[in-house]
Each structure stands twice: as C-alpha cells, then as structure tokens.
C-alpha cells in the first residue's frame, strides 16, 4: 500500500508522518488556529492584487480584500505545472476544489479563508506540458501539441517560455471542432484571448484559469512575476546556508517513511540546497547545484559558481533561482498562513518527506488534503455503459479482461469467456480426478502422469480460451465499436480519464455549467472517485 492510501484510511503511522490527519475534526482546528496566527506579510498582499486584477475588479473584492486584510486569514493551496489549455482535467479540479475548501474550512473555523493557485512555472519540463489530449465531438481522440523544444531551451523555465503563432492554429482548431456547439464560443473568446503569439506559457495558463474562476474568488500567485522572489530571498538562503543540516532531517525523515512500510516519493540528493539556478539570468537555463566546499558546481554545465557569488546573487538577484519539488512546498507556507493543502496522490506522498522542515522553519504544517477526483460521464456513454453491463472502472481492463466481461452482459452476441472456459476446466479437473482415483488403485505410480495430463489440458484450454476471446472480438465489430468509444471516453491508453483527458471537451461543449457541475460535485474530506454525470 502507498504512504497516500495509508493515509487516507487514517492509519497513524501515515498520519503521523503527514503532521496529522485531515480527517481528524480536532487536527483541523488546531492546523486552523496556527495558520490564522501567522501574518501575512503586506508585500505577498500587493503582489496577489496585482496578479489577480479580474478578481479584485469583480462583485466579490470588497469581501476578498477584507479577508486578506483580517488578522485572522488562513489560506487554502493548490498548485499544477502551466499545461498547454490548463494540462490534465484534474487541474480544474484542483482549482475548484481548493475554492470549496476554502468555503468548508472557513465555515467549520469561522475564521476568514481564501483559496490560492500556485502557478507552479518554474519547472521546466517541456514535454510533460507542450501536448493537449482533446476529446472530439465524434468520439475521437486528438493530441493537440506546441513545436517541440530547440536544445537550447532544454533548461528554460515554462516563465521563460513564449508561444509562437502555432498555438493561433491550435485554437483555431478547437474553434472549428467544436463550432456547432452553443457554448464553445465563450470558451473559444478565452482561449483567444489567453493563448496569443508573444504570451509566455504560463502567463496563457493563469489568463485562461483566472478566466474560469476569478468571479469565485480563486487567487492564482505566480512566484516569476512581479518580485514574487524578492519576497522569499531569506528562506533561500536559508536552505543555502544550512543545506547540510536540512540533507541530515530529509534523509533521517526518509528512513522514518521506510520504517514505517513506504516507499519516498522524491529521491534526496546529498550536498544540495533543494532549488535551481538559472546561468545567465530569470529566463536562461536552469541547473542543479552540487555542493563542492566553496565552490558549487552547476550539474548538467560544466561550470561551477562560488558560494559568495551564490550568497550576492540571493540577496540582490533572486529571480535567478528556483525552486524544486521539496521545496516548492515549504516556499508556499512560508508567505502564505496555510490552513490546507489540496494535492494529488504524489503530493501527498512526498508532503511526507518534508514534515520536519516545518519545525526547522518556524511554520507550522497545514493539512494535506487528496484533491477532488471524477470520472465525468456524457449520457451517451452512460447509456453504452448499460449496454456492455461495464462500470467505469472496468474500463481500465487489459483488453482480454475487458472483452470477457462486456461479454457476460445478458445482450452480448456470444457465451462469457471466463463462464465457459471455467466450467470446460472445472469438468476436466472433476475427470482428472476420477481418473486418478481409479488408475492409482491399479499402480500408485500413475498419479503424477495424470496430474501432468491435467496440467497440459488445462494449458491447452488456456489457449484456446484466447483464441476463442480474439475470434469474439474479431465478429463482434458492434461490441468492438462500443468499447472503443467507452475506452476513449472513460480510461484513453487504460489510464485515469482526469490524467488521460484535457477540460476542453467538458468546456467547449457545457460551458459554465460544467463548472459549476463539477464545484456541486466536490465532497469535503472525500477520499475517492465519484461518477459525475452531464
């Protein structure tokens, strides 16, 4: 079992190792009372004002004003990589899930509570985010993609990312696909709007998102723009300076994980301070620095810088550097009074390994809450669920598997697989047996060959069940076609459809109400997928 599975079954081990459980109505309140303590310091407030100009020009910025400015706030986090038109499905969800959470705990502590996107664009994984998988209105699956990376950009943050005029031809393309349908030109205007040529890749993805859901008071924070890294220099240098000692507790901390039955999510490296630096600049490549005394190399570069040039450039140049995936967290609690943290299971796996920096810091540890997940079902493809007798989750199936079941629905053309293949063996086993039951009275010798006899028959059967499974799905080219559509619809490649699936289907086709769909459908403190149905 994983660390995030444990966890959200409230074994205290887990729980233990996360900081608390946030199932635990008395963990919440005490995770409530020492966010609300910590200020939020004035210069994190400008920034969120000027990077959420739509949200602090709506209906609702009196009210989120007054929260900021409350001596009691607590905020609710989440965060995803800038993906081509939002990534994934699950960031949606992530979004909306950290707004209801920042309803639910606001109402269970009474104390004032917003909800925060981090943009998380200092990563540099091009490949992970240039591609954009589209469900069509015809069922088919396309992949959307920008131009692949030139070498040189290898190590380029997604900040330092700019989009030509192929994403123009990407949206063009979601216009035309989805243009018979009544909402897609809302959605269509957005994209436009967000994904233009010179727009960075991240500055596209906090425009679309804040699109979406500014007018529900979500607060996107970007830590590349506007002196977003001025204002967490210190805890740079923090981790700088005392590297050794922050190694020493996230490899004790490790073990402690290992102890306990689980695996670490993120491998810890020795003699690094946990953040990247970028050579030549915000927007030049990235590296790993590499503890060498007083000299630390750049991994990937062959260069190495000094620590005092290291130490100058943290104090009056900080854009210089970025975070990593342990430390992204803790730069997160560090400006923001964090009552919770809404994440996936990853999330939550590695959340482990950094419990005790918290403690080192001086900030306290926020719950660490699973995201919203959904399985999103049209009518038409709930209408095709009933006729294969499938659920959703079937649909995840090896191919063999799948077919085996769909087969066993009352409507199907042929006899169940698994149901005929299992009485043809039970028969044999029952033969076999009566068989050596007669033949040992004659000779004891005898009972290995017909277990052998047996074992061979039942291999054969095996194989001839499998011939049997590829012949049905050869004929059957309507129940083909319906797992098809069901597979693409539900689990493309076999994966989850939240990771497998972009929301631009969901908001070209249902537009605002998908949103809103979605928003009633989140269950605080849930632990499992819900079947949402449109």
Known sequence: MRLSEAYYERNPAASKLLGGSFLDESTRSAKSEAASKRKI????????????????????????KRKLGSPELQVVITGQQTGLFLGPLFTLYKALGAIKYAEELESESGRPTVAVFWVQSEDHDYDEVRTCPVLLPNGALSELALPEEPQEDRRKSMSARTLDSSVSTLVETVKEAFSTFPDSAWFSALLEGSYEPGATLNGAFTSLLSSLTAERGLLLFDPCIGGGKQLSRELYLKFFEQHAQIT??????????????????????????LFFFHDGGPNAARYRLENGGDEWTLVG?????????????????????????????????????????????????????????????????????????????????????????????????PDAELLSKAASNPDARYVDPEKLFSEASAKISQISSSLEEELTKADKTLENP????????????????????????????????????????????????????????????????????????????STVSKVVKI
């Open 41 to 64: 310091a004035p210069g994190v407030v400008e920034l969120l004002m000027k990077q959420n100009a739509a949200a602090f020009s709506g209906p609702g910025a009196e009210e989120l």
């Open 248 to 273: 020493e507790m996230l490899k004790a901390q490790g073990r402690a994980i290992e102890q306990s039955g689980y695996e670490q999510q993120v491998y810890v490296r020795e003699s690094s301070p």
């Open 301 to 397: 570069a062959d260069k190495s810088i000094s620590a005092d040039k290291i130490r100058t450039l943290l104090d009056g140049s900080p854009e210089q550097f970025s975070s990593s995936a342990l430390l992204r967290p803790l730069l997160q609690d560090y400006l923001f009074p964090t009552v919770a943290y809404i994440g996936g299971d990853a999330e939550v796996n590695y959340s482990a390994q950094t419990t005790p920096l918290y403690e080192f810091l001086g900030i306290p540890k926020p719950l660490i809450i699973p995201r919203p997940k959904f399985v999103v079902l049209e009518e038409k493809t709930s209408r095709l669920l009933e006729k294969t007798g499938l659920k959703p989750e079937d649909l995840r199936m």
């Open 450 to 525: 017909v277990q052998k006899t047996q074992e061979k028959m039942q291999h054969l059967l095996d194989v001839l069940k499998q011939r049997y499974i590829k012949a049905v799905s050869a004929n059957d080219t309507l129940l083909q076609d319906r797992l098809r559509k069901l597979r693409t619809a539900i689990a493309p490649g076999g994966g989850e459809q939240e990771r497998s699936l972009s929301s631009v289907y969901f908001l070209a086709r249902y537009g605002k109400p998908f949103i809103q769909t979605i928003y009633d459908a989140i269950e605080p403190f």
